[in-house]
């Protein structure tokens, strides 16, 4: 709890003994244990390196129109001229060249960086919305369970029991294509946004029960402490009790898991589109493209690299990032 | 006793108790083994007063039920049986809506400063904490109030904005002090406010706490093991032992004429620094009963030197012996005064040097007005 507070009480000692008020009346704004935990985070390389790109690959996605204006190439359009009479590219390393720098898809002939590009937007949009939507469930639970407790705790334990019982990837198989069924014909064109709603919608069942076990047990472990009984003492209410007085206390781990979390819906999610229960081929992602590469492995290796390389510095980043997030938060658990 | 004291103790044995406990029990019930279930009697029956202004020290070894008992006065916990009255009206078991008025005459302060502070808030918005949770709009605004609480308390007013990390722990308890004091309560639960302090400033909270009831006419129920801070700081005093009061009384009373066995007891093992050596000590063999399965008759009988047969059978009665406001619970009450090991000079020595340590807190105490024990030896 006492982060680093040996400058800061030697400070506040010698104030409250002391009657000079009149100079020092500006020095006397606390920092926070949020603004502690920044300083900590600023200090930090790694977190300032992975940082750095994640925020790169954030501009990246949000600017995918933008890129694409100066690039002057759309996601799908095709450059059949560009590959040899077997569909593959021209030229050496899949077509790398001024004009597609990251080369060409063989068969299509689609350009490959503006395609990395929406498909990092595809990625990162479907990854952030999950991780929102789980990170919510998972709090609401979590706090009602661990603070009201009795059969409310038994009942939301009993849910979260029976959703990691559930097997993710039967479950995920089998609905998809269920869902995209029920609401378009056989032979019906899927729009993409209702791919990445199913997506998102699967996650979202799936993923809220970590969040939810580990707010659980914080929230029951500030349920006694002393504090929180004071305001209660006080004759504060349920939205007091959780909203000011347990969640400023949780965020820390909360920030945490969602910055962890996030790297895993980008990996399941190309993973599922690499299975074909994700996204159709219409929106770029990365597991559709790696998925079209393994035909050409031998043939064009550059296919796969550059998605493969792009995915991985993603998910690198991000856990590199979150990591580096727990121990700026909470400096007691390593080190 | 101080001119203060008195003048403060007089008019107020005739008025009606602001609290007043009859009955009250808590169990708690426990699993034991595959399917068994008993209960542990942590508070079993107890009946006191405590008249406004009036500060009522509650004190017994660990685990005899102080704190629970505490915790129910300012209804944290919800009591077995019983009943709690506070100002005339039953709170025993009354709803959060109910108790809205009164959670404003009465608060806690918690032994741990370092768990009691929300480590996310600032000072201001701690302390503004149960005027927030109780639409309370202080004339002249929060800030304003705020501020004139962290100096009742002795703390920079200017130090609003730091947060609990920044404070050290006396400091903290004071910060705590001033959130009881902020709905201006008639009565304030000390759950053991010092025991987590190191002793120079355990001091300076007390005689902080002192100047608070002086000034404002709190009352006070203190809940402490250290015999040495309730007679520096208390009026009357229950001792408790496994969940009951053995024996209640005035302080001088109880410090100078002890009726009931355990209470000489506890009094003997006060540290005395003038006399050297274990002389007058009273050892009790053994350990306290296991509260899932008391003693039968009294509780005490176990470990009591003049046990005898009626004391296994028959539950002594907490009734006035000697007449007066002394009343003990035991067959064969003791009678006379304690030898001279356990007089006043101890506690004066033992509260005395670390009282002039000239922080704001104690600082302000020496107004003139009033000479107390402790500001004699300063």
Request: charged share 20%; net charge neutral.
């Amino acid at each position: 709890m006492s982060l680093s507070p040996v400058e800061g009480v030697a400070l506040a000692e010698i104030e409250s003994g002391g009657d000079a008020e009149a100079p020092e009346r500006k020095g006397v704004v606390g920092r926070s244990p949020g603004q502690l935990a920044w300083a900590r985070l600023r200090r930090d390389r790694t977190a300032m390196v992975s940082g750095g790109m994640l925020v790169l690959f954030m501009v990246l996605a949000l600017a995918a129109p933008l890129i694409q204006m100066v690039y002057g190439i759309g996601p799908r359009e095709q450059f059949q001229h560009l590959l040899d009479g077997f569909g593959m590219p021209l030229g050496y390393a899949g077509g790398v060249s001024g004009d597609h720098w990251f080369g060409l898809e063989p068969g299509l002939g689609r350009d490959i960086f503006i395609r990395l590009i929406y498909g990092l937007r595809t990625s990162l949009f479907i990854a952030f919305a999950a991780a929102v939507i789980t990170a919510t469930i998972g709090i609401v639970l979590g706090t009602l369970a661990g603070y009201l407790g009795g059969w409310l705790d038994a009942v939301i334990n009993w849910i979260t029991d029976l959703t990691l019982a559930m097997p993710f990837l039967v479950i995920a198989l089998a609905l998809t294509p269920t869902l995209v069924l029920r609401f378009y014909g056989e032979r019906e064109a899927v729009s993409p946004a209702f791919g990445v709603g199913v997506l998102i919608a699967v996650f979202a069942i799936f993923g809220w029960t970590s969040t939810a076990r580990l707010v659980r047990g914080q929230v029951i472990a500030l349920r006694e402490r002393e504090f929180v009984e004071a305001a209660r003492a006080s004759g504060a209410g349920l939205g007091h009790m959780l909203f000011r007085q347990l969640l400023p206390n949780i965020w820390a781990p909360i920030l945490v898991s969602f910055s962890l979390a996030v790297p895993q819906f980008i990996t399941s999610e190309a993973a599922l589109s690499f299975i074909g229960v994700g996204l159709s081929d219409e929106t770029p992602s990365f597991g559709r493209m790696i998925y079209r590469s393994l035909d050409y492995l031998q043939t064009d290796p550059a296919y796969v690299f550059f998605p493969g390389v792009m995915i991985f510095a993603l998910v690198f980043a991000f856990n590199l990032f979150g990591d580096a997030l727990r121990d700026a938060l909470d400096p007691k658990s390593s080190r | 006793m101080s001119p203060v004291e008195e003048a403060a103790a007089r008019p107020v044995t005739e008025t009606e108790p602001l609290l007043r406990v009859r009955g009250l029990t808590k169990h708690f019930p426990v699993r034991t083994g595959f399917r068994g279930r008993s209960l542990v009697r942590a508070v079993d029956g107890l009946d006191f007063d405590v008249r406004p202004g009036e500060t009522l020290g509650l004190v017994g070894e660990s685990g005899c039920g102080k704190t629970t008992t505490g915790r129910m006065l300012v209804r944290l916990l919800e009591p077995t049986v019983g009943t709690i009255e506070f100002d005339g009206r039953d709170i025993t078991h009354a709803g959060r809506r109910e108790l809205r008025p009164l959670r404003q005459d009465l608060q806690i302060i918690f032994q741990d400063p370092y768990a009691s502070l929300n480590p996310r808030h600032t000072v201001g918005r701690i302390i503004a904490m149960p005027l927030q949770v109780n639409g309370i709009e202080p004339p002249g605004g929060v800030k304003a109030r705020v501020q004139e609480l962290l100096e009742i308390v002795g703390l920079n007013p200017e130090h609003y904005n730091r947060y609990p990390h920044e404070f050290s722990g006396g400091q903290r308890q004071r910060i705590g002090i001033a959130r009881a004091l902020a709905l201006r309560p008639k009565l304030i639960v000390a759950d053991e406010p010092v025991s987590a302090l190191d002793v120079s400033i355990q001091a300076q909270v007390i005689n902080l706490l002192r100047e608070l009831q002086r000034d404002l006419g709190l009352a006070f129920v203190f809940i402490a093991h250290d015999l040495a801070v309730v007679r520096h700081f208390c009026q009357r005093v229950a001792v408790m032992y496994l969940g009951k009061i053995v024996e209640i009384g005035d302080r001088d009373d109880i410090y100078e004429r002890p009726q009931h066995p355990y209470t000489r007891a506890l009094l003997s093992a006060i540290p005395d620094v003038t006399r050297l050596g274990p002389g007058g000590r009273i050892r009790l063999a053994g350990d306290v009963p296991t509260p899932l399965d008391p003693p039968s008759g009294c509780r005490f009988r176990t470990r009591c030197w003049k046990a005898q047969d009626i004391c296994a059978a028959e539950e002594p009665a907490l009734v006035p012996r000697a007449g007066g406001g002394q009343a003990t619970a035991c067959h064969f009450p003791e009678s006379g005064p304690v030898a001279a090991a356990t007089g006043a000079p101890a506690v004066a020595d033992d509260a005395g040097p670390v009282a002039d340590d000239g922080t704001a807190g104690a600082g302000a105490a020496d107004d003139g007005s009033g000479t107390t024990v402790e500001e004699v030896s300063k």
